[in-house]
């Protein structure tokens, strides 16, 4: 089984460089294209560059799920707009996302899943969510088919799925459409800095000159970043995802518990994974960075499995090159697509254990499988900034998992904070400055 977006067909946008912009964004993930097209939609020229391809990397590798459950508090009035925005492109865009209003279920098998959920509830209750606690009865009402005896459940009848696959590359065109230049297969190299703020970047086809850079590199961000100087404690951590074959309703939504995550697929299939379990290589990044992770690991040391070597050319693989110049090759450009294969047993594990859940269900069988690398901060929340020491350089990065649904969100956001326009939310949690500047390490939910 294997991730079924290949590098089989031509490139979809594969445009001649342009000589400049007023904005060049570093990666088209849903982050990028997103930033760009708000931007083009002010009349600026924006440009996408891309190593590989369009969404090729975790913006078409998630479960599809458009969240406002379980949010970091400074997170949900972004995601709240994000998906107001969702709504608008279904009716915008030439193409079918996937896009559906299907609420989302986390399930609670003890009474401290309960307590967890009921504290999120009362936390976030001055923003406005329709979040709602069920009990036993009402948990059962809305899984009937379900083998477990679940205690009650968080529900947000207003959370959405899309179709992450075709989702991002159906958003690029329509950013096409608006005026944004995407050019696939060109990695960005490095910044070009003039009397100390940027003034362009050179790609491996040459230099664009830009006032503004966007880094929105997901996995692959803190290493570029730590080249210019910018240091991000940022780990890439691998996530299992599994597409099942065609089967019978359960829900028509998603959920999540005990470990085991669900969602109805467009294909009448479902996405699967493993819920709250990744797959951790040790890198001299990630003990560079020990300590500042120390409290997250500690939180649930069992939900991952570590790995002392990364495959070559990961993005902190031991032997990884970390300083390159305009004219040399860059890791970029070694590895246009990771594409680091799913932890097959917890792939087997996950269609077992949605099968038992399900019994009605009868074999259900995997017809694809994969892994994608997850950004992931020590706090469990992103980096949305400026880089001060750099002007002309602003960061999107570090979503943890969580930059599918939220992406159309930040897209606004950075397209605002680059031309230095009201950006109508407090980003003060995102600051780049809180790894460094003493703040109390705070950590976003983890529900």
């Known amino acids: 089984m294997a991730f079924p977006l290949g590098m089989q067909n031509p490139p979809e946008h594969d445009g001649p460089l342009p000589d400049q912009a007023d904005v060049v964004i570093i990666g088209a993930g849903i982050i ?63 193409g079918d996302l996937g896009l559906k209003t ?10 401290a899943d309960l307590a967890r959920y009921e504290s999120w509830i009362a936390d976030v209750s001055h923003i406005g969510v329709d979040s709602q606690m069920l009990s036993r009865a009402e948990t059962r009402a809305l899984l009937p088919d379900s083998s477990v005896d679940w205690a009650g459940a968080m529900h947000t009848p207003s959370d959405m799925r899309a179709e992450p696959w075709v989702a991002v590359p159906i958003i690029a065109r329509a950013a096409k459409k608006h005026g944004v230049e995407i050019i696939e ?26 006032p503004e850079i966007v880094v929105a590199g997901g996995a692959w961000s803190s290493l570029f970043l730590r080249r210019h100087g910018v240091d991000i404690p940022q780990l890439s951590v691998r996530a299992t995802v599994v597409a099942t074959e065609p089967v019978e309703t359960v829900t028509d939504g998603g959920a999540g518990g005990d470990g085991l995550a669900f969602r109805r697929r467009q294909d009448g299939g479902y996405t699967l994974a493993p819920g709250g379990f990744h797959d951790i290589w040790i890198g001299p990044d990630a003990l560079r960075h020990a300590l500042k992770f120390r409290k997250q690991l500690m939180l649930d040391p069992f939900g991952r499995r570590y790995h002392s070597v990364a495959p070559k050319g990961y993005p902190d693989a031991w032997g990884q090159s970390r300083h390159w110049d305009k004219d ?10 990771l594409d680091p294969g799913p932890n097959e047993k917890k792939a087997r594990e996950v269609v077992q254990g949605f099968g038992a859940m399900f019994p009605k269900l ?34 999107c990065t570090g979503m943890c998992g969580h930059g599918f649904g939220i992406g159309p969100g930040f897209g606004r956001v950075m397209a605002d904070l680059v031309v230095g326009e009201d950006i109508g939310h407090d980003l003060s949690r995102f600051r780049l400055a809180r790894f460094s500047d003493g703040t109390k390490m705070e950590l976003g939910p983890t529900i």
């Open 32 to 94: 990028g294209v997103m930033t760009a097209y708000f931007l083009a939609r002010k009349g600026l020229r924006a440009v996408v560059l891309e190593k590989g391809r369009v969404a090729a990397e975790q913006s078409s590798r998630n479960w599809g799920w458009i969240r406002q459950m379980g949010r970091d508090a400074d997170e949900l009035p972004i995601m709240k707009e994000a998906c107001r925005i969702w709504a608008d492109l279904a009716d915008e865009v030439d």
């Open 102 to 111: 299907c609420g989302l279920t986390y399930l609670a098998k003890s009474e």
């Open 185 to 210: 297969g060109c990695a960005a190299r490095v910044l070009d800095i003039t009397g100390g703020r940027v003034s362009g970047i050179w790609t491996e086809r040459g230099l664009i000159r830009a």
């Open 328 to 337: 040399d090759e860059t890791p970029f450009e070694r590895m246009r697509v």
């Open 362 to 395: 009868g074999s259900v069988r995997a017809k694809a499988a994969w892994g994608g690398m997850i950004d992931v901060t020590p706090d469990i929340v992103p980096v949305v900034d400026r880089a001060g020491q750099i002007p002309g350089l602003s960061i």
